[in-house]
């Protein structure tokens, strides 16, 4: 289970989350939605450890593991992985090479061999076949002259070699298309099981018609202010986020 | 040397007077000692050695690599006979990936041809022949001695000084070379010496091949070199040279002349050898040549690589693109420069220089000097330089993918080097140049 508890996080002095609780259960998704500028992308940095974001109170556990006393590479052993709403590019290192890293780093922190690269290979094949990504495209640096589309499409298909426990979407359907959309919900769908929580951040309801969620919190001004069911996403929709304080979108 | 020549001269300095003193001690050992001509062309080379001295911060094209500082000793000289006590395993002193690389091979040994480790008298299309025996023969010395030295170059001057050995290869007209050819020119164990040597390499009409050379010092030591490059229309050379050795000091000019519709693609590279000034003279004389450089180096502790080009693009509708990357830590130093002239008539030139540096410590210097001297009016010419630290959100990024910090940095500087390797069409000796980023990473 993850466990968050007032939460405050500030980024050059500027106090983003103020106060923040949630919790989520393993086996099931939760929805954050709000309004730009509510925190939602600060709470997924600061869920992954970036180091700009300095955390001034509250907690933060995931299986009773602290997650706030470990480094971003050690949360990722823990089995959390954050989606980024902007994956970075990495001129000259090559997806592969990067995927083949990242997946040996942590088979070596739970005490397991490398990953032999025809086994690497065929797990990545057939992931990438689900996601429509050609082995072409891994073959170049990691999301070097790829599209928006490629991105996100790029980020789920680590998500599901890493195998993670916690996954943090944020804005995954940013920039998306709908078939782009339905095809990186599919693979988050996939990933759907009882020993996972997943955590779908979204300014919009749309992604929300292909990940369903248990659950659904409203962020604004750095906390969560209103939490229900998947009909909630709905509501939103209708009314828009004016009740919660912002500018309509 | 004549009492004229000194009279209008300075005084030697102690550093000049080192090398004065070398030749003196060793001109009647020298390979071709016994013919008059050959020492005639020795000491012209070492008057022009004399006229230049050892260069200092305020020579121009030595501003950011002052030799009397960084090299202000002179080695005894190896190559002269009887053969220096050595004991040497090629795969020991250059690696395995680039021991076991798939490659014809000519191999020197502190300034001495070995036949015995060489595989290169064995490729078709090919001809080889050692300098120093090409010298001690009066009917193949006129050959090498033809050629004129190239003017303010000192290291060329030097090397034609004390030549001991070195390759004379030919490459025949539309000969596809299999695989690459390596000159491998090793210093190896024992007292610290002194190597020079010279290349002279033609590559015939048409011809495909790449050449890599590789020079390593496993112990103290000094390695001087010149190459000399012609390569005939519409050949295409693929040229590594690569260099390492950290207690092992090297100097090395290359002057390389394209025909028509020739290709050149050299890859310069460095690996923390103490010293390092790379030199290459490239000029295209026929029209529609094209080169491609790329140099990369990689420096720790009190490393000084010091990269020097001259793009000469004496004929019209040239390409040439040069791209330096640099990681640099401690206190070492990594110099970049490139000058791009486009001769009068040389239009329709395609020119773009960059240089990229990392620099990895506080102490770290990156100097790069772009120069464009232009003198045609319809060209593209264009330079640039960065110069950083590793990128944070990059580091980030792959931690968050559980890939430890010290990790996550190596990744990311192999990642940067690894731009100037990538277009080496030869994945085996690609991945070999890999595995020496990748040493020096872990090391």
Known sequence: ????????????????????????????????????????????????????????????????????????????????????????????????????????????????????IPDFMRAVRSEAEKLSISMDMLKRPVNTGFSGGEKKRHEILQMALLKPTLCVLDETDSGLDIDAIRIAAEGVNSLRSPDRAIVVITHYQRLLNYIVPDQVHVMARGQIVRSGGK??????????????????? | MTIHQTAIRPAPTPAEQRFLDLYASVAGRLPGAQATEVRAWREAALNRFAALGVPHRRVEEWKYTDLRMLMPDVLPLAGLLPAMETDVSVEAAIGPPLAHLDAYRAVFIDGLFRPDLSTLQDAPGVSLQAVRAALESSSTRAHIMQSTLPERDVIAALANVFVTDGAILSIQPGTQVKKPIQLINLCGNGTPRLVAT???????????????????????????????????????????????????????????????????????????AALTRAQANIRFEGPGGRCHYSGAMMLRRRSHADFTLLVDHAAPGCQSRELAKAVVDDHSRGVFQAKVVVERGAQKTDGKQMSNALLLSDEAEFDSKPELEIFADDVVCGHGATAGQLNEDQLFYLRARGVPEPEARALLVAGFIGEALDNIENEDLRAALQEKVNDWLFA
């Open chain 1, 231 to 249: 009909e909630l996403a709905l509501e939103l929709e209708q009314s828009g986020y004016a009740a919660y304080g912002a500018e309509a979108a």
């Open chain 2, 198 to 272: 010279q290349n002279a390499i033609a590559i015939g009409e048409g011809a495909h091949v790449s050449l890599i050379e590789i020079e390593a010092g496993q112990a103290k030591c000094q390695i001087i070199s010149s190459t000399r490059l012609s390569i005939g229309a519409h050949a295409a050379v693929r040229h590594v040279r690569l260099n390492f050795g950290e207690a092992s000091k090297h100097l090395s000019s290359a002057a390389i002349v394209l025909a028509e519709g020739a290709k050149y693609d050299p890859v310069q590279m460095t690996v923390n």
């Open chain 1, 1 to 116: 289970m993850l466990e968050i508890k007032n939460l405050h996080a500030e980024i050059d002095g500027e106090e983003i989350l103020r106060g923040l609780n949630l919790t989520v259960p393993k086996g099931e998704v939760h929805a954050i939605m709000g309004p730009n500028g509510s925190g939602k992308s600060t709470l997924a940095y600061v869920l992954a450890g970036k180091e700009e974001y300095e955390v001034t109170d509250g907690t933060i556990t995931w299986e009773n593991q602290n997650l706030l006393e470990m480094e971003p590479d050690e949360r990722a052993h823990a089995g959390l992985f954050l989606a980024f709403q902007y994956p970075m590019e990495i001129p000259g290192v090559a997806s592969l090479t990067f995927l083949r890293a990242a997946l040996n780093a942590q088979r070596k922190a739970r005490g397991e061999s490398e990953i032999s």
